[in-house]
């Protein structure tokens, strides 16, 4: 397979938004592997939801290595999803992936994302492998297996095989600009919902609208910087006060409406998701 050149003028353009929030040292992490990237991005945001301007001071420190950054100080503070929908309506490159600012990149993500660019003309969404570090324990979890979602496959074969593994670190995808923009995630903001499992409510969205490839190689390390991992919970908190109904719900309204699918596929498809609903709620409230 052959790749877009790094230098010279691209057909399509990629931006990197960090939502942050109090936490420079991490942000200077997620900067230095955009720094090593073979290939720069045609833009990076920082959006700083920071109290102070520590974050500010970060941005500065590595301008120089990152000529295409921008740094946006937020007024007041945002809600999470409302500082990230924030920073794909300030991009203007043609797509759009998330840095959460605990994370790093392979240095070669970006060029990568550029060849699946030239190679699947008409790719709406891109995932890719990762493994999970822990700053504190130094301990590395690389998940058993990763969903083979193909460019090549319908929208029910890569809906099926993701909810087979369904992770939500997908959620840290690269995103045509334009369809987050009028996403579900995009919807649920303005209409002020949060629910456990949105991440993966939000990735079986976009598989079941859009055209997407996973790669199968690990391209990212997802940062957990607390000594023990974090269990997924209403609004972050622990599997206590895990409210499992909302992602049920949304779920099954998403295959219902899924125009791309006949009929006989949404009625397949339900079980598959109730299985897939009912395993990974029930690891959450047994592991917490």
Not at 117 to 142: A, I, K, M, Q, S
Not at 149 to 176: A, D, K, W
Not at 242 to 264: E, K, N, Q, T
Request: charged letters at 20%; aromatic letters at 12%; proline letters at 5%.
């Amino acid at each position: 397979m052959g790749s877009l050149a790094c230098e010279g003028e691209r057909l399509l353009t990629i931006c990197i938004g960090i939502p942050t929030r109090n936490r420079p040292i991490l942000l200077r992490r997620a900067l230095a592997s955009i720094a090593s990237q073979t290939c720069l991005p045609d833009e990076v945001l920082i959006g700083d939801n920071s109290d102070g301007l520590e974050s500010r001071d970060i941005y500065l420190e590595w301008r120089s290595r990152i000529p295409c950054m921008r740094y946006i100080k937020r007024e007041k503070v945002l809600g999470p999803t409302h500082n990230f929908l924030s920073l794909v309506a300030e991009s203007s490159a043609d797509h759009f992936l998330w840095l959460a600012d605990d994370d790093v990149l392979d240095p070669g993500l970006i060029a990568r994302s550029l060849e699946c660019l030239d190679n699947f003309p008409g790719l709406d969404y891109l995932g890719w492998g990762f493994v999970v570090h822990n700053y504190v324990t130094e301990v590395t979890e690389v998940p058993h297996a990763f969903p083979k979602v193909q460019f090549s496959s319908s929208c029910y074969e890569n809906v099926c095989r993701y909810l087979e593994v369904p992770i939500s670190s997908y959620f840290y995808g690269m995103y045509r600009r334009d369809l987050l923009l009028r996403s579900s995630l995009s919807k649920w903001n303005e209409l002020n919902l949060s629910f456990d499992w949105m991440d993966v409510a939000f990735i079986m969205s976009s598989l079941l609208n859009y055209r997407s490839h996973f790669l199968p190689e690990c391209l990212a390390t997802y940062g957990i910087d607390e000594l023990v991992r974090p269990i997924k919970g209403a609004a972050g908190s622990t599997a206590r006060h895990y409210d499992p109904m909302p992602w049920l719900m949304h779920g099954i309204v998403l295959i219902l409406c899924a125009s791309r699918l006949s009929i006989f596929q949404r009625i397949k498809l339900l079980p598959k998701f109730l299985y897939a609903w009912r395993n990974t709620t029930s690891f959450a409230i047994n592991h917490s």
